[in-house]
């Protein structure tokens, strides 16, 4: 028990949760953990005691990420509640002000807030995914699928001069998944290239079969990644430290994506290079998720 238990560990009997103790497990891993302490009544000389341990590191993680998740949305929704806000006001207090000043200011304003249910949308999705959401598989035209996204795209990246092109023959590719969540990876993985590339320059989508799997490729000309950011890409809330200049974001899309890939059973990876563009691939079995 004392090579369990490590040292300084004590308690009081009956401690709650609010006093929980690290506890050093013999395989090097440290848990969170309340313990409750009982003398075995009745037992030969008094002297023995019954000591339960509860492991509540899964909950404090869980208080963590909520407590993360909370801080992260408020800061994100405030930027667009300001903006629009200071736009409001300035309207309100200047019933002088020149119809074409006025219209542009109202022009903010429905601009932030199409940001801001864009942001509550895509914050919505992350947990209704995170609770679990269940899977509705069905089979279809991955290819189809794709072209629809492009053709609803096509007015932003035209706005700046963003070309789409298809990568590859643009044949059906049968899949077997979740249509609305692929959806989301596709939308999510374009808006990004496209709003991560400068004017003038170019996106591309590839969707093939390879026998295996299904690939799904997105890449674009754009401002590429720095190494050192490409490892917590897929993280919840991360943007490259460049990226607000760009274009604004919650930095919840690729979490989002990957956590759909990862339920599909399938993997996503990125090639980048600063100033010479990104490459996402998603690789989907070609086989029903489990
Ligand atoms: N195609 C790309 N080119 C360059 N950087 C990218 C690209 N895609 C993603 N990134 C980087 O990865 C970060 C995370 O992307 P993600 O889609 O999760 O967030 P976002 O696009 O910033 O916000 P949101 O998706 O909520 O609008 C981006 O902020 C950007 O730094
Ligand atoms: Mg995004």
Known sequence: MAQVLGSGVAWETGSSRNEWRWLDT????????VASIAPIRGSVDDAGLILVFRDVSKEFEVEELKRDFVSAVSHELRTPIT?????????????EMPAEVRTEFLGVVRSQLKRLAGM????????????????????????????EIVAELTPISASRSVAIDWDGPNGPVEVLA????????LVN?????????????????????????????VRDTGIGIRAEDLPNLFQRFYRAPSSGQ??????????????IVQRHGGRIHVDSRPGAGSTFTVRLPNRAPE
């Open 26 to 33: 013999i395989d090097g891993r440290q848990l969170r953990v």
């Open 83 to 95: 903006s629009m806000k200071g736009f409001l006001d300035t309207v309100l207090g200047d019933p």
């Open 120 to 147: 509550v949308e895509k914050i919505l999705q992350f947990s209704r995914l995170e609770a679990g959401q269940k899977m509705e598989l069905a089979a279809f035209d991955l290819t189809a699928l794709a072209g």
């Open 178 to 185: 979740d249509r609305e969540q692929i959806r989301s990876v």
């Open 189 to 217: 993985l374009l808006t990004n290239a496209i709003k991560f590339t400068p004017d003038g320059g170019s996106v591309g989508i590839g969707v093939r079969d390879d026998g295996r799997e299904t690939v799904l490729t």
């Open 246 to 259: 760009h274009a604004p974001g919650t930095g919840l899309g690729l979490s989002i994506v990957k956590e």
